[in-house]
Protein backbone atom coordinates (compact mmCIF):
# COMPACT_ATOMS: atom_id res chain seq x y z
CA UNK A 1 0.00 0.00 0.00
CA UNK A 2 1.81 3.02 -1.34
CA UNK A 3 -0.33 5.74 1.22
CA UNK A 4 -1.59 8.41 0.68
CA UNK A 5 -0.47 10.18 -2.50
CA UNK A 6 -0.62 13.74 -3.03
CA UNK A 7 0.29 16.03 -5.96
CA UNK A 8 2.28 17.93 -7.20
CA UNK A 9 4.68 18.24 -4.44
CA UNK A 10 5.09 21.99 -4.80
CA UNK A 11 2.75 24.15 -7.43
CA UNK A 12 3.51 27.95 -8.56
CA UNK A 13 0.81 30.19 -9.24
CA UNK A 14 0.22 33.84 -10.32
CA UNK A 15 -2.31 35.18 -8.62
CA UNK A 16 -5.01 35.53 -10.02
CA UNK A 17 -4.53 31.70 -11.60
CA UNK A 18 -6.25 28.56 -10.22
CA UNK A 19 -4.93 26.00 -8.25
CA UNK A 20 -5.65 21.99 -8.26
CA UNK A 21 -4.58 19.92 -5.50
CA UNK A 22 -4.89 15.92 -5.96
CA UNK A 23 -4.95 13.45 -3.61
CA UNK A 24 -5.41 9.66 -3.93
CA UNK A 25 -6.53 7.84 -0.45
CA UNK A 26 -5.29 5.02 1.23
CA UNK A 27 -6.34 1.78 -0.70
CA UNK A 28 -9.37 0.69 0.64
CA UNK A 29 -10.17 4.07 2.60
CA UNK A 30 -13.31 6.37 1.88
CA UNK A 31 -12.83 8.95 3.98
CA UNK A 32 -11.08 11.84 2.89
CA UNK A 33 -9.84 15.47 4.95
CA UNK A 34 -8.60 18.39 4.08
CA UNK A 35 -6.04 20.42 6.23
CA UNK A 36 -4.46 24.05 5.41
CA UNK A 37 -0.52 24.55 7.41
CA UNK A 38 0.14 28.49 6.55
CA UNK A 39 3.40 29.41 7.62
CA UNK A 40 4.18 29.35 11.66
CA UNK A 41 0.44 27.74 12.59
CA UNK A 42 -0.84 24.15 13.20
CA UNK A 43 -2.71 22.32 10.81
CA UNK A 44 -6.19 23.69 10.40
CA UNK A 45 -9.31 21.44 9.12
CA UNK A 46 -10.93 22.61 6.24
CA UNK A 47 -13.47 19.49 4.58
CA UNK A 48 -14.37 15.90 5.30
CA UNK A 49 -15.16 14.45 2.58
CA UNK A 50 -17.03 10.82 1.55
CA UNK A 51 -16.90 8.99 -1.81
CA UNK A 52 -19.89 11.49 -3.49
CA UNK A 53 -20.53 13.28 -0.37
CA UNK A 54 -19.38 16.74 1.29
CA UNK A 55 -18.98 15.69 5.37
CA UNK A 56 -17.90 18.83 6.72
CA UNK A 57 -16.84 22.12 5.07
CA UNK A 58 -16.51 24.23 8.19
CA UNK A 59 -12.97 25.21 7.72
CA UNK A 60 -13.36 25.86 4.25
CA UNK A 61 -13.09 29.71 3.12
CA UNK A 62 -16.44 30.61 1.60
CA UNK A 63 -15.28 31.93 -1.33
CA UNK A 64 -13.17 30.27 -3.99
CA UNK A 65 -12.26 26.83 -2.79
CA UNK A 66 -14.03 23.83 -3.49
CA UNK A 67 -13.32 20.20 -2.93
CA UNK A 68 -14.85 16.90 -4.40
CA UNK A 69 -13.79 13.29 -4.04
CA UNK A 70 -15.29 11.67 -6.83
CA UNK A 71 -17.16 7.67 -7.48
CA UNK A 72 -13.90 7.26 -9.46
CA UNK A 73 -10.30 9.46 -8.72
CA UNK A 74 -8.70 11.47 -6.78
CA UNK A 75 -10.45 13.76 -4.24
CA UNK A 76 -9.36 17.58 -5.63
CA UNK A 77 -8.97 20.90 -3.52
CA UNK A 78 -9.01 23.83 -6.04
CA UNK A 79 -8.69 27.02 -4.98
CA UNK A 80 -9.66 29.77 -7.83
CA UNK A 81 -7.78 33.49 -8.33
CA UNK A 82 -5.96 32.83 -5.96
CA UNK A 83 -4.23 35.19 -3.83
CA UNK A 84 -0.83 35.68 -2.07
CA UNK A 85 -2.74 34.58 1.07
CA UNK A 86 -3.47 31.04 -0.21
CA UNK A 87 0.05 30.34 0.17
CA UNK A 88 0.40 27.41 2.29
CA UNK A 89 0.88 23.77 2.45
CA UNK A 90 -2.24 21.42 1.92
CA UNK A 91 -1.92 18.12 3.63
CA UNK A 92 -4.73 15.35 2.65
CA UNK A 93 -5.92 12.71 5.12
CA UNK A 94 -7.31 9.62 4.97
CA UNK A 95 -9.48 7.21 7.10
CA UNK A 96 -11.34 3.99 6.34
CA UNK A 97 -14.30 4.95 7.77
CA UNK A 98 -15.70 6.82 11.19
CA UNK A 99 -15.50 6.44 14.40
CA UNK A 100 -12.17 5.06 16.19
CA UNK A 101 -10.04 4.72 12.31
CA UNK A 102 -6.50 6.48 12.14
CA UNK A 103 -6.09 8.86 9.68
CA UNK A 104 -3.26 8.57 7.79
CA UNK A 105 -1.48 11.70 6.38
CA UNK A 106 0.17 12.40 2.72
CA UNK A 107 3.25 14.03 1.87
CA UNK A 108 1.36 17.86 1.38
CA UNK A 109 1.29 20.12 -1.15
CA UNK A 110 3.23 23.08 -0.80
CA UNK A 111 1.60 26.03 -2.68
CA UNK A 112 3.02 29.07 -3.59
CA UNK A 113 1.05 32.44 -5.08
CA UNK A 114 3.65 34.80 -6.79
CA UNK B 1 -14.75 25.84 20.45
CA UNK B 2 -11.88 23.40 20.62
CA UNK B 3 -8.23 24.66 21.02
CA UNK B 4 -5.08 22.76 21.26
CA UNK B 5 -2.04 24.50 22.86
CA UNK B 6 1.48 23.78 22.64
CA UNK B 7 3.29 27.01 24.61
CA UNK B 8 6.66 25.76 23.31
CA UNK B 9 8.08 26.30 20.08
CA UNK B 10 11.32 25.03 20.00
CA UNK B 11 12.81 22.66 22.78
CA UNK B 12 16.37 21.57 23.01
CA UNK B 13 17.30 18.61 25.50
CA UNK B 14 20.86 16.50 25.32
CA UNK B 15 21.18 13.12 24.81
CA UNK B 16 19.68 11.05 27.51
CA UNK B 17 17.96 13.59 29.09
CA UNK B 18 14.36 13.47 30.46
CA UNK B 19 11.98 15.81 27.86
CA UNK B 20 8.57 16.89 28.28
CA UNK B 21 5.99 18.03 25.25
CA UNK B 22 3.54 20.69 26.55
CA UNK B 23 0.04 20.21 25.13
CA UNK B 24 -3.37 21.84 26.77
CA UNK B 25 -6.86 21.77 25.14
CA UNK B 26 -10.11 23.29 25.71
CA UNK B 27 -13.18 21.42 25.21
CA UNK B 28 -16.72 21.08 26.48
CA UNK B 29 -17.13 17.47 25.88
CA UNK B 30 -15.14 14.13 26.46
CA UNK B 31 -11.98 14.49 24.09
CA UNK B 32 -9.78 12.13 22.05
CA UNK B 33 -6.58 13.45 22.04
CA UNK B 34 -3.31 12.28 20.55
CA UNK B 35 0.55 13.27 19.31
CA UNK B 36 1.72 13.49 15.97
CA UNK B 37 5.26 13.33 14.83
CA UNK B 38 6.51 14.57 11.68
CA UNK B 39 10.50 13.52 11.11
CA UNK B 40 12.59 15.52 8.40
CA UNK B 41 10.97 15.06 5.29
CA UNK B 42 8.48 12.52 5.84
CA UNK B 43 4.72 13.03 6.36
CA UNK B 44 3.07 12.87 9.67
CA UNK B 45 2.34 9.81 11.50
CA UNK B 46 0.65 9.10 14.44
CA UNK B 47 2.63 8.55 17.58
CA UNK B 48 0.23 7.37 20.35
CA UNK B 49 -3.44 8.15 21.50
CA UNK B 50 -4.82 8.76 24.76
CA UNK B 51 -7.27 5.50 24.99
CA UNK B 52 -4.85 3.55 24.01
CA UNK B 53 -2.53 4.18 27.06
CA UNK B 54 0.43 2.43 25.54
CA UNK B 55 4.22 3.47 25.28
CA UNK B 56 5.45 4.41 21.56
CA UNK B 57 9.01 4.74 21.36
CA UNK B 58 9.63 5.32 24.77
CA UNK B 59 6.99 7.83 24.48
CA UNK B 60 4.02 7.81 27.27
CA UNK B 61 1.20 11.24 27.47
CA UNK B 62 -1.33 10.75 30.28
CA UNK B 63 -4.54 12.92 29.78
CA UNK B 64 -5.20 14.77 32.91
CA UNK B 65 -8.53 16.09 32.89
CA UNK B 66 -8.24 18.20 35.61
CA UNK B 67 -5.73 20.28 34.13
CA UNK B 68 -6.80 19.86 30.71
CA UNK B 69 -3.38 18.75 29.70
CA UNK B 70 -1.88 15.91 27.51
CA UNK B 71 1.96 16.26 27.73
CA UNK B 72 3.81 14.18 26.36
CA UNK B 73 7.03 12.40 28.45
CA UNK B 74 9.97 10.32 27.45
CA UNK B 75 12.61 9.31 29.97
CA UNK B 76 15.46 9.28 28.15
CA UNK B 77 15.74 11.22 24.91
CA UNK B 78 17.43 9.77 21.81
CA UNK B 79 19.11 11.85 18.98
CA UNK B 80 16.64 9.86 16.59
CA UNK B 81 13.65 11.88 18.98
CA UNK B 82 14.31 15.13 16.82
CA UNK B 83 10.93 16.29 15.30
CA UNK B 84 8.16 17.94 14.76
CA UNK B 85 5.34 16.75 17.64
CA UNK B 86 1.92 18.03 17.26
CA UNK B 87 -0.85 17.61 20.07
CA UNK B 88 -4.31 17.11 18.28
CA UNK B 89 -7.58 16.97 19.63
CA UNK B 90 -10.42 14.91 17.92
CA UNK B 91 -14.07 16.20 19.14
CA UNK B 92 -16.58 14.42 16.91
CA UNK B 93 -17.03 11.03 15.71
CA UNK B 94 -14.25 10.80 13.52
CA UNK B 95 -10.68 10.78 14.24
CA UNK B 96 -9.68 12.20 10.95
CA UNK B 97 -11.12 15.65 11.72
CA UNK B 98 -8.52 17.27 14.23
CA UNK B 99 -7.80 19.78 16.00
CA UNK B 100 -3.87 20.68 15.66
CA UNK B 101 -1.41 22.82 18.15
CA UNK B 102 0.83 24.61 16.35
CA UNK B 103 3.86 22.21 16.82
CA UNK B 104 6.94 22.21 18.81
CA UNK B 105 10.24 20.96 17.52
CA UNK B 106 12.21 19.23 19.47
CA UNK B 107 15.75 19.01 19.25
CA UNK B 108 18.04 16.13 20.91
CA UNK B 109 21.30 17.25 20.92
CA UNK B 110 24.29 14.64 21.42
Known amino acids: NAGVMQNPRHLVRRRGQEARLRCSPMKGHSHVYWYRQLPEEGLKFMVYLQKENIIDESGMPKERFSAEFPKEGPSILRIQQVVRGDSAAYFCASSPGMGDTEAFFGQGTRLTVV | AQRVTQPEKLLSVFKGAPVELKCNYS??????LFWYVQYSRQRLQLLLRHISRESIKGFTADLNKGETSFHLKKPFAQEEDSAMYYCALAGGTSYGKLTFGQGTILTVHP
Open chain 2, 27 to 32: YSGSPE
